[in-house]
């Protein structure tokens, strides 16, 4: 087979690395105005300074850089635990659990830091985009439990959507599985990821969520992963899964 020479594109350095897997576009930022990066042999200060990628040369502390391989990880994020890199509040994120050698990911949209259950990680920015892009309607599946007993009417609310904040937040679905006086255990389906999505909409729909826990995200589950270990897919495999889903 023909080796096909890859096309020349023309970003900007922070940009070329944040894609690249390198680092994210904030880090490279703080690298290249602190003088960390040469293109074509030249230092440069500018994160908007552009590249013509693979065609210039590029190093990060003389160290030529290259397209490594794309990663797809899935991890079981535990509870208490923040998804960034590193935390300004000193508080445990995601980073301090998993093992460095990994190089540099980003998760595929955020669970928060009360909320558990399966992230995505990847290096790859265009599955990453294909993932948390609303056009696409991704699936998330949760389990939720909600104190007080959650009703049917209730349920066709949550799918019907509530404004709070001056946003529509909504279900895609809602499976009851247990119910009681005290609290309910309920399937929840979102094709959406705004912020604390599901909190916001059962508090304005008189519940507050005392559990959270993400099983699924698109075709990906989290199965038997138990709580901060995390399982490798690759990458030909996370794409393959997800054209047929």
């Known amino acids: 087979m023909a080796h096909k020479t890859p096309a020349t594109k023309r970003l900007t350095v922070d940009r070329l690395l944040s894609k690249l897997g390198i680092a994210s576009r904030g880090v490279s930022q703080e690298w290249v105005r602190a003088g960390r990066i040469r293109i074509n042999g030249r230092v440069v200060r500018d994160p ?60 595929v949209g955020r669970l928060d830091q009360a909320t558990s259950g399966l992230l995505l990680l990847t290096s790859d920015s265009v599955l990453s985009s294909y993932l948390t892009d609303p056009a696409h309607k991704v699936m998330r599946i949760y389990l939720v439990t909600v104190r007080g007993e959650f009703t049917e009417f209730q349920a066709t609310e949550a799918v019907g959507g509530v404004v709070e904040g001056g946003e529509r937040l909504q279900c895609h679905s809602v ?6 006086g005290r609290e309910s255990h309920l399937e929840v389906v979102l094709i959406q990821g705004k912020n604390r999505e599901i909190r916001r909409l059962f508090k304005a729909l008189g519940h507050e969520v005392t559990r959270l826990r993400r099983i699924q995200y698109g075709p990906f589950k989290l199965e ?22």
């Open 48 to 107: 908007a300074t552009w590249v013509l990628w693979p065609k210039d040369s590029v190093s990060v502390d003389d160290q030529p850089i290259q397209d490594s391989a794309k990663r797809f990880i899935l991890f079981h994020k535990p509870k208490g635990v923040v998804t960034t890199h590193s935390d300004e509040k000193g508080r445990k994120a995601i980073f301090d659990v998993l093992p460095a050698n990994l190089g540099y990911l980003h998760a």
């Open 175 to 180: 499976k009851i599985q247990k119910g009681s």
């Open 224 to 245: 038997d992963l138990p709580s901060g270990a995390w399982r490798e897919i690759l990458i030909e495999d996370a794409r393959k899964a997800l054209r047929q889903s």
